[in-house]
């Protein structure tokens, strides 16, 4: 029955996550070609620089060809680094997010719904934000910088979507230097409303501690154990009402683990009460999701 359910789970999950896939792919191309091309303002990470390739190739040789393209071909090698240092589920879904952008992106037309560039830098980096961050929420991402980025997150800590703002200078730079500093100012206002709608969807950096008051907790204790990698505290509990005897299970999540979290533990005790608590930092050893792998395969080798 187990094995049916982890199934079940499994194939949820592969169907919620090509949702995403096809969600992610239509948000860049509906930001770049009604938002972003048209008001001459540059994107986040490789689909900024695909843009500035595309808009130097058609200024300065006439020659136009379409961003899509570019987006592909910069994800490559990048694509690469996904797969040799993140992991194959990651890179796999990254991939078909990229094929869904170039796709959409050639597909769609590129038009303009208003001349007025802020709003275009506003709409354009907000719904270029929701796909990248639903993408990095459902555990893999739109290509180009963001797996740089999240590559970075993994060994630096810090949030994805401070690096992203971090790695985008090159584009901004070029963007005044070579068209006009208008664009260029356009651009950073467009990738800080991209890096604030990624850091309020995609929320991994950010830690919270959840207390469980449960009956089972023999049962609860190995799943958070082996399935989320996370280390429980157990507290002996007594309810105040019912008088009945419990134990309470405290450890500490990310919020990306959060919905899984509560999806396990209903599983097990459905009658469990939980409740989580914003944690403002911690110290000691918090497994991150490469650790959290390797614990995995070394406990299934044995």
């Known amino acids: ?18 949702i995403i896939v096809i969600f992610a792919g239509a948000a860049l191309a509906l930001g770049l070609n009604f938002f972003l091309l048209p008001g001459n303002i540059f994107g986040a990470g490789l689909n900024g620089i695909a843009q500035l390739v595309s808009a130097i190739l058609k200024k300065t040789i006439g020659i136009k060809v379409d961003t899509g393209y570019f987006i592909f071909l910069l994800n490559v090698p ?29 597909l769609l037309p590129v038009q303009r719904l208003t001349a007025d560039p802020l709003m275009n830098a506003l709409f354009g980096g907000v719904i270029t934000g929701v796909g990248v961050g639903y993408s990095l929420k459902y555990g893999f991402s739109t290509g180009g910088m963001d797996i740089v980025a999240v590559f970075l997150n993994k060994t630096t800590g810090r949030s994805v979507g401070f690096l992203m703002l971090a790695t985008n200078m090159i584009i901004i730079l070029t963007a005044g230097f070579y068209f006009s500093w208008q664009s260029a100012l356009y651009t950073i206002i467009s990738n800080y409303a991209l890096t604030r709608v990624v850091d309020s969807i995609h929320t991994s950096h950010q830690k919270i501690t959840a207390f469980v008051v449960t009956a089972k907790a023999a049962a609860i204790l190995p799943v958070i ?28 999540l990310t919020r990306y683990e959060l919905y ?6 209903s599983q097990e005790d459905p009658t469990a009460f939980i409740n989580f608590v914003n944690t403002a930092d911690i110290a000691g050893n918090f497994a991150d999701s490469t650790q959290q792998e390797q614990i995995k395969a070394k406990v299934s080798d044995r």
């Open 225 to 252: 154990q082996h399935t989320l990698v996370r280390g429980v505290t157990v507290l002996p509990s007594k309810g105040a009402y019912s008088g009945k005897e419990s134990q309470t299970l405290m450890t500490v």
């Open 1 to 18: 029955m187990k094995w049916g359910k982890e199934v079940n789970i499994q194939y949820s999950n592969g169907l919620r996550r090509f």
């Open 260 to 265: 899984r979290f509560k999806q396990l533990v």
């Open 78 to 106: 990048v694509a690469l680094l996904g797969f040799l240092k993140i992991g194959k589920s990651f890179t796999f879904y990254s991939i078909l997010t990229v094929l869904s952008t170039t796709i959409l992106t050639i």
